[in-house]
């Protein structure tokens, strides 16, 4: 079974200051990989997907990016953080072939941007 | 564009009770994924329900899916404490998207 690594787990930025976040998956190969943020409140909403390596789609246009330079490999960066990317950060794969079809979440990364 | 609405957003229950969560969603989707979260945790899936009149049941927690009606329902038979959580739904938005939708999430708190 798959296994999906975020980190770091918790951190605090300051307003402006740069932001990277990793994710990485084991046990499973060529997944479809997402990024989540769940804000205060609870909803989830779809960042970034990829496919394969370098490709990414983007959903929501933003001051993040996301990059894929390797197959189980997956990261969430900034330039320039805003307040309101204060969240919840999840990473999720999905395994191509598998009939549920379900997203595997990790553990998650807690960002507060003061 | 799909939408996922759930109801109740908040459901306060006493241990020993029956209740149902909803979940509607707007277009045609084939399949429908319950999840739980812990407070401060990440998803875990409970249930994946693929195709019509499907149910699946775990414990005290019975899933099921009516896809004519665009409507999944959670059912908690004699709750416990143990199952306060908040429960999402989510399902895929049409034709091949890689994009999981999810419902807003029903906060469950079990009293005793």
């Known amino acids: 079974s798959q296994t999906i690594h975020q980190w770091p787990a918790t951190l605090v930025q300051p307003v402006g200051s740069p932001l990277s976040l990793e994710c990485t998956v084991e046990g499973t190969s060529n997944p479809n990989l997402y990024w989540y943020r769940q804000a205060a409140g609870r909803g989830l909403q779809l960042l970034f997907y990829?496919?394969?390596?370098?490709?990414i789609s983007s959903e929501v246009p933003q001051n993040l990016s996301a990059s894929r330079p390797q197959d189980r490999q997956f990261i969430l960066s900034s330039k320039k953080l805003l307040l309101s990317d204060s969240g919840f950060y999840l990473c999720?794969?999905?395994?191509?072939?598998?009939?549920?079809?379900?997203?595997?979440f990790g553990e998650g990364s807690r960002l507060t941007v003061l | 564009e799909l939408k996922v609405e759930q109801n109740p957003l908040f459901l306060s229950m006493q241990e020993g009770k029956n209740y149902t969560i909803y979940c509607n969603y707007s277009t045609t989707s084939d399949r429908l994924y319950w999840y739980r979260q812990d407070p401060g945790k990440s998803l875990e899936s409970l249930f994946v329900?693929?195709?019509?009149?499907a149910v699946k049941q775990e414990g005290r927690l019975m899933a099921s899916l009516d896809t004519k009606a665009r409507l999944s329902t959670l059912h908690i038979t004699a709750a416990v404490h143990d199952l306060s959580a908040t429960y999402f739904c989510?399902?895929?938005?049409?034709?091949?998207?890689?994009?999981?939708?999810f419902g807003k999430g029903t906060k469950l708190t079990v009293n005793p």
């Open positions: 990829s496919v394969g390596i370098g490709q």
């Open positions: 999720a794969s999905r395994i191509i072939g598998l009939v549920s079809g379900e997203l595997f």
């Open positions: 989510a399902a895929w938005a049409q034709g091949g998207s890689e994009k999981l939708v």
């Open positions: 329900l693929l195709s019509n009149g």
